[in-house]
């Protein structure tokens, strides 16, 4: 394979190397001391569909295994069963660890590579604990399937839960819940609440169910019960009629990832959830934070307006809003003034979690957090891994599991 | 002033590049139609190693007198390198970065001396 000409590191295209792509931040990790407190990536991804074929043997329905296995060419790198999108994160080859990252070699024989990848990233750039997702399967909340969706996340939860998280002490996850089937969303709790690794549930936000429908109401009290949260994660879907009406990418990312968490935290907050639930913590991931004092200015002025709209509520939204917890990623950081307001108002030194978003295109190093001038050292741990540690019970208190020698 | 060595000219083909390491300072050098240019290669978005990442042709809008839209093209003569980590761009020319022309990388006089050409890491 051919690709610009360049030296890259001194990297042919047949070795690429996550280690030497990352050498920046590994340096950047020894000169802040990383070693000296841990460090949590609360929304961090591996490529699911490049372990297809092993995924697809945890479907339970034969008839739908034999039609996704056949669809799928040996070793394929993904299934026609999965959903697909229309979208250019890697830039047209500008980031070219999309291309590349197939060529990347593990050591044969030893830990999943999905794993072993994982924890190469981590290692460069000082993350002691990554809760992982997949990467095409954000996109199952609009497979036209529903069965499709259910076996299909349940099939990924269990490869995921047997193959790796069991084995993984760094690697902890929130699984996939197939949300467009409320009463199949209230069985994977019950099914993989209490497996290793298992640390809270995720809803892939782009999808058409509003989070306050009675049906999903057991759900939520058994996720409170349960101590476990449950997070949103954004992503785009260029087909909704809305965002068809944009021509490039760049406005297609910027705005969906942050469209329906938008829906989802208005119906959250505005249909009383939080005070039904006040013990079930809710985090809300990769929108980045300047949608978060725009949704709070938003609400808390047409609720002092319309209060007989929101009669469950006996608080203002925002008073709400800060009781949850927020991811940091994609942190928005052209003006540092606002970004210091934004994180003023969402108490981040306590509600504030850090996430990089590796290896997707748009991911944030610790550095974004650790760099800020205007954060306390104490602040900077807590958003870091401490604000984490707590709302994941990780106990991991001081210790350094990666390697910032 | 410390004088590194980059490469033999004859070595250095056009549109090629080299990364030289002087201390803890990392220097990506140029070919580019004729000339030779050399930054720093650390990214001002997040440090990335912004030099090592592929050289693309700048895309413009094509619009007809009219200020209608009639698609877009790589420009003729404006290139610029894109940092592999998350895509900024940088003018291989200035060592400006694209989307905002105030910031600018590091930039390092190129030296020929005889058949080699070196960097002047300062
Ligand atoms: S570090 Fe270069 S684009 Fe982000």
């Known amino acids: 394979m051919e690709i610009q000409p360049n030296d890259f590191r001194r990297m042919s295209v047949e070795e690429f190397d996550t280690t030497k792509l990352l050498a920046h931040a590994s340096k950047q990790s020894k000169e802040r001391g990383y070693e000296r407190f841990p ?3 609360v929304d961090s991804h591996h490529y699911e569909n490049e372990s297809m074929p092993e995924i697809l043997e945890y ?23 999965l959903n697909t999108m229309v979208g250019y994160q890697d830039m047209g080859g500008r980031i070219p660890r999309y291309g590349l990252r197939s060529f990347e070699k593990t050591p044969a024989g030893q830990t999943q590579r999905d794993a072993a990848l994982t924890k190469r990233w981590m290692d460069a750039v000082g993350v002691d604990v990554a809760v992982l997702f997949p990467t095409p399967m954000l996109a199952l909340g609009v497979h036209p399937q529903v069965e499709v969706e259910i076996a299909l996340s349940r099939a990924y939860n269990r490869w995921l839960c047997e193959k790796v998280l069991a084995h993984e002490k760094r690697l902890v996850s929130m699984l996939y819940l197939p949300f467009n089937d409320p009463d199949a969303t209230y069985q994977f709790v019950k099914e993989f609440g209490e497996k290793k690794g298992v640390v809270g549930f995720l809803i892939t936000s782009t999808r058409y169910r509003p989070v306050h429908a009675n049906q999903y109401m057991k759900t939520y009290a058994l996720l409170e019960e349960m101590g476990l949260p449950i997070a949103f994660h954004g992503s785009y879907h260029w087909h909704d009629q809305a965002q068809g009406m944009l021509n490039r990418f760049i406005s297609v990312h910027a705005l969906g990832f942050v469209w329906y968490n938008m829906i989802h935290l208005a119906n959250w907050v505005i249909n009383g959830i939080p005070e039904r639930f006040p013990k079930l913590k809710v985090i809300w991931l990769e929108s980045g934070l300047a949608w978060i004092p725009f949704m709070m200015q938003r609400f808390d002025n047409e609720y002092m307006m319309r209060t007989s709209e929101a009669p469950a509520l006996k608080k203002l939204p925002s008073d709400y809003m800060r009781d949850m917890y927020w991811a940091s990623q994609p942190m928005e950081i052209t003006d540092m003034g606002l970004l210091q307001e934004t994180m003023r108002v969402i108490n981040a030194e306590t509600q504030l979690v850090y996430s990089s978003d590796y290896p997707h295109w748009d991911f944030d190093l610790p550095s974004t957090i650790y760099d800020l001038p205007f954060l306390s050292e104490t602040a900077k741990r807590n958003i870091l891994g401490g604000n984490a540690d707590r709302l994941f019970n990780l106990k991991l208190g001081t210790k350094k599991l990666a390697n910032v020698a | 002033m410390p004088e590194v060595f980059v490469s033999r000219i004859d070595d250095f083909a056009e549109g090629d590049r080299r990364i030289v390491f002087h201390g803890g300072l990392e220097i990506g050098v140029f070919h580019w139609q004729g000339t030779y240019y050399a930054y720093e290669n650390q990214c001002l978005h997040q440090g990335g190693p912004c030099c090592e990442g592929v050289i693309m042709h700048k895309v413009e809008d094509v619009l007809a007198p009219d200020k209608t839209w009639l698609g877009q093209r790589f420009s003729a003569d404006e290139a610029h390198f894109v940092c592999p980590w998350h895509g900024y761009e940088y003018d291989i020319r200035t060592g400006e970065c ?4 105030k910031l600018r ?9 005889g058949d080699d050409l070196y960097v002047v890491a300062s």
């Open chain 2, 98 to 101: 694209v989307g905002n022309r």
């Open chain 2, 105 to 113: 990388l590091k930039s390092f006089e190129v030296l020929r001396r």
């Open chain 1, 39 to 41: 460090i949590v990536d």
């Open chain 1, 59 to 81: 479907l339970d329905d034969p008839v739908l295994k034999q039609l996704a296995t056949a669809t799928a060419r040996p070793n394929a790198k993904n299934a026609r069963i």
